[in-house]
């Protein structure tokens, strides 16, 4: 009996079929983006089913609210042009629903079909459908090039290339360009932030939108997310850090471009070494101390890695997902002493394979790296079936793997569709990685707890 | 209820914020239900355009035919032709639970299979590796049949998918290759897709085994998908009553249970919506005769069963189903009984779908609630008004393109069961589907694909104990203090069909409604009555 019962060991090379892919198409992202601005409403450029699926898998990962428009495109649409939609769903969404900004993403339709978005929203401006004051904007988001974490990265671009301001006067404020992480992880980071009395922009930003409370009223557009006046600002600020390549990258450079903000880029700080090089690269660059708080969470960190190194040494990981997310967790895995073996992309990186070597330092001889076309979860799964691992750590579709082959599990990156914690517990961080610790040996120990024969069933561990 | 607005005025209200040409349509798409007395009941406009922007509930016609119909069939493997996205979130997301026969028979469910196309293949074209992925596909798994699904890029790109799938169903051999034009952007809802799923499906496999399986008083049930494991509590009543079950379309169902589905000697149909095609095209060409069923609900179950049992006119059977029936009963009406004591004369509503909408409020009735307000989310006039109207409905430029099968009888296989007239003489709706709205109460408001703001502004308004939809809408609806029931996922709980079932959705709204936690919203120094201390710190 199996859940995946037709993944054998034998592997054959696939060149058109993907199969249990290890990646999702740009629109989600965007739509994530522009969540993380205040008031935003998100608008799906094309078939109603793209905005359905997006917003179902953010509802079903975040459990809250998730609003999002579409042009409901039908086949005189995909003739004659989305013009007309989005037109009309732009004077709809301003009269009904009021948000200070739409933030619109295309289609594999609409980019397909070629809708020039620049010349529809100016012409949606010049019919006075966009109330005085209010803002459209947009990102281009084909379906298929790239990945999730693509239409992210054009979403975060597109709030620089169309609202950011040059100004003459530095303001002694950074950008942070947060990358694809979660409400909690935002939060943590402001923290980190404030700890080091650095007074930043975050964007975007979706805690308080996405980790909302239950007070007894909905409220359409929650108190949180990046106003669109902080975001004109950005081109004031000092410097921008860019957290996570993929992700940020491209944002941080079009601010210096447009803006003349330096940036710097650095890989998520999750874990003790990117931890480390994030905090001291702030600290640098803002000529600010590192505070002995700061420096004791570190610590405790630092002791629960030792104090628990032998259940992480030399057990052998499996990891799928996003790059960044990937190359970070690459780096705090080794720096545990545990080998991370297999790891998987489906988002196109040429460079990715360079990031997990200088994440490895070397010492994972003999590790499979996979990114890009058919860099799916059934290769991933029939790696496990040739030589097995001892824990695996992705989203939820790795259930089905772990049920199958009886492998400790731990849910981490997009989309977690059947656990809560993630929104509200962050990730980043030293705090973050102490969390981080503690699910993977809570998954490690249940495991050993398990399954260890009764004579030697530990009290202690 | 304080303050209250009267359904026609609300039905104003509901509109008054949009643009004028959208109010406008709005208010053809929510209706103050009334009955005349010849059981009429207002025209509502129905499966039309969505207006851009309003927010709907909506999804595709990929949707409808992979996710819906096509879905729950473990042994074929579904290549969904696209980007990765349409794949993906249709990897699992449905919850058509399927039970394999064996440790070893073919169960494709957990897997998801695309092309991938990316940014050259949209540019040369597609078919290239689309052949290639189904041969890929055939080497790795040697599935019986291979479904290949349109996304969005296919039809402008001008792959010719049907093509290539009959190509590669003559090369592979022993593989039924077949192929759905289920562009997202076709029709304006997910019941393009259940159409067309439909017509491929009656064309390519239905049919191809003429040998019925053993067993007296052979149905087929069409329109259950065995979300949450509806079908299987179902095919256990069957089962207990000698009835036999030919094939499910599409709830734990196999290939080859499609191949012989026309062998029945009567189907039949719980989503009309969904399934009334195939239904109307087998009756056509095989003369199996169908007649609507409903297993939500335990006074509906009951009365499912004796119809069946009507139609075969056998004593036996009849004695054997009402001994069943009667025993079940009693168990639903002990838990009914005490879920009564706390749900008495609350209020739902419920929009979602194009059948559940309807079928779920018996089981609300069956605890003492009432319905305000109900809607479908992609469903026709006939299922509002019921089919009666048929004739009168106009097929819009949207869904002008969508295949309307000739069906014709077949020279050798067409064998009419019974006459029309036999079977109203047993009571038997041939053919038949009376609505929702016959059967809602009059001053009930019936809202067509309703909108976010509309949702909002019910729950305002109206505030009902429960609010039935799905996933887009639950949480938006719960922050209002309200629960919100999915009837599409059923939040990951059920089976709701039969007599288990109904015990089973008694006891979740029992839950739902009166769960601790929804008294406890407000903090204590936020409520009246509770002292509320302020003080200085003052530095002696």
Request: aromatic share 8%.
């Amino acid at each position: 009996m199996a859940l995946l019962r037709h993944t054998s060991s034998v592997i054959a090379e696939r060149h058109a079929l993907t199969i249990n892919p290890a990646k999702t198409c740009q629109p989600v992202g965007a739509m994530y983006a522009a969540l993380g601005i205040h008031a935003c409403l998100p608008h799906s450029h094309g078939s109603q089913g793209c905005c359905a699926y997006h917003r179902s898998t953010l509802t079903r990962h975040y459990k809250e609210p998730v609003m999002a428009a579409t042009s409901s495109f039908t086949e005189g649409a995909a003739v004659f042009g989305g013009q007309a939609n989005l037109l009309q769903a732009i004077e709809t969404i301003f009269t009904t629903y009021n948000p200070e900004l739409i933030a619109v993403h295309t289609t594999c339709l609409s980019e397909t079909i070629g809708d020039d978005l620049v010349q529809i929203i100016a012409k949606a401006r010049e019919e006075g459908k966009i109330p005085h004051g209010k803002r459209v904007i947009h990102a281009n988001t084909p379906s298929y090039a790239g990945s999730h974490v693509t239409g992210f990265s054009n979403m975060v671009k597109a709030m620089v290339t169309y609202l950011a301001e040059p100004a003459r006067q530095r303001v002694r404020r950074i950008n942070l360009v947060p990358g694809w992480v979660e409400p909690a992880d935002i939060r943590e980071l402001k923290r980190i932030l404030a700890m080091l009395q650095i007074d930043a922009t975050v964007f975007p930003d979706t805690s308080g939108v996405l980790d909302g409370p239950q007070t007894g009223s909905f409220a359409m557009f929650p108190p949180g997310g990046v106003t669109c006046e902080q975001l004109v600002k950005t081109g004031a600020n000092s410097l921008t850090m860019a957290i996570g390549p993929t992700a940020s990258h491209a944002a941080a450079l079009a601010l210096d471009a447009k803006c003349k903000v330096p940036f710097e880029t650095v890989e998520l700080p999750l874990g003790l070494r990117a931890t480390d090089t994030f905090v001291q690269t702030l600290a640098a660059r803002a000529m600010v101390e590192i505070p002995p708080a700061l420096e004791e969470e570190r610590g405790r960190l630092v002791d629960v890695m030792s104090d628990m190194h032998q259940y992480f040494y030399r057990k052998r990981v499996a990891l799928w997902g996003d790059p960044d997310q990937l190359v970070a967790l690459t780096g705090f895995l080794c720096d545990l002493d545990m080998l991370p073996v297999y790891i998987v992309t489906g988002t196109p990186d040429p460079t990715f394979e360079d990031r997990i070597a200088c994440a490895m330092q070397g010492r994972v001889p003999g590790a499979k790296v996979r990114q890009g076309p058919c860099a799916d979860m059934f290769l991933l799964h029939q790696w496990i079936k040739q030589e097995p691992v001892d824990v695996l750590i992705g989203n939820t579709y790795g259930k089905y793997i772990a049920r199958d082959e009886n492998i400790p599990f731990v849910r981490y990156g997009f989309p977690i569709l059947d656990r809560v914690g993630h929104a509200y517990f962050p990730s980043l961080g030293y705090y973050g990685g102490l969390r981080l610790l503690e699910k993977i040996l809570d998954a490690i120990l249940d495991h050993k707890d398990r399954t260890s024969p009764e004579e030697s069933f530990e009290l202690v561990l | 209820m304080k303050n209250r607005p009267a359904p026609e005025r609300l039905r104003e209200q509901l509109v008054k914020r949009y643009p004028a040409k959208v109010a406008k349509k709005r208010l053809g798409q929510i209706v103050v239900n009334t009955k005349d007395a010849s059981g009429a009941v207002p025209e509502i406009k129905a499966n039309t355009r969505t207006s851009p922007g309003i927010i709907t509930q909506r999804g595709c016609c990929y949707a409808g035919c992979k996710g819906v119909v096509l879905g729950p069939t473990r042994d074929i493997i579904n290549l969904v032709h696209g980007p990765i996205g349409c794949s993906f979130y249709a990897w699992l997301t449905r919850r058509n639970q399927t039970r394999p026969e064996t440790p070893d028979a073919d169960n494709f469910m957990t897997y998801c299979f695309s092309t991938d196309l990316r940014d050259e293949d949209i540019v040369f074209g597609g078919e290239k590796k689309l052949r290639q992925a189904i041969q890929e596909a055939y080497d790795l798994f040697h599935p019986k049949a291979i479904g290949v699904f349109a996304t969005c890029p296919v039809g402008l790109i001008g792959d010719d998918i049907h093509a290539v799938a009959r190509e590669m169903k003559e090369k592979l051999g022993g593989c039924n290759v077949f192929a759905f034009s289920c562009e997202g952007y076709k029709g304006v809802s997910q019941s393009a897709g259940h159409h067309i799923a439909n017509n491929q499906l009656f064309k390519h496999v239905i049919g191809l085994n003429d040998e019925p399986p053993a067993g007296r008083f052979k149905i087929t049930l069409l329109g259950e998908y065995n979300i949450g494991g509806d079908a299987f509590i179902i095919e256990e009543m069957l089962a207990a009553c000698g009835i036999t079950l030919v094939a499910t379309l599409s709830g734990n169902s196999t290939i080859a249970q499609f191949e012989r589905a026309h062998t029945a000697d009567v189907n039949c149909v719980m989503c009309h919506r969904s399934i009334n095609y195939v239904a109307d095209m087998i009756e056509k060409k095989y003369g199996v005769p169908w007649f609507k069923v409903n297993f939500i609900g335990a006074n509906a179950t009951a009365k499912s069963l004796r119809r069946i049992a009507a139609f075969f006119d056998d004593p036996q059977l009849t004695q054997t189903v009402e001994a069943y029936i009667t025993e079940q009963l009693a168990q639903v009406h002990a838990v009914a009984a005490d879920v009564r004591t706390r749900c008495e004369g609350k209020t739902a509503m419920l929009f979602v779908g194009g059948s559940r909408a309807h079928h779920y409020q018996e089981l609300f009735a069956e605890i003492g609630m009432k319905t305000l307000a109900a809607g479908y989310e992609f469903a026709h006039r006939d299922d509002y008004e019921g089919r009666r109207v048929l004739s009168s409905i106009k097929v819009d430029a949207d869904s002008r393109n969508i295949e309307e099968l000739d069906v014709q009888p077949d020279p050798e296989k067409y064998r009419p069961r019974i006459s029309p007239e036999e079977m109203a003489a047993r009571g038997l709706p041939h053919q038949d589907y009376a609505g929702m709205m016959p059967e809602m109460e009059d001053n009930t408001l019936v809202i067509d694909d309703i909108s976010e703001h509309e949702t909002q502004e019910l729950l305002h308004t109206w505030r009902p104990d429960v609010f039935c939809a799905g996933i887009k809408e639950k949480y938006g609806v719960q922050k209002n203090g309200i629960p919100c029931k999915q009837l599409h996922s059923y939040d990951y709980g059920g089976p709701y069909a039969g007599f288990k079932g109904a015990i089973n959705f008694y006891r979740e709204i029992d839950r739902m409604i009166n769960a601790t936690v929804w008294k406890m919203i407000t903090p204590p120094w936020r409520q009246n009555g509770t002292p509320h201390l302020e003080a200085e710190y003052v530095r002696s």
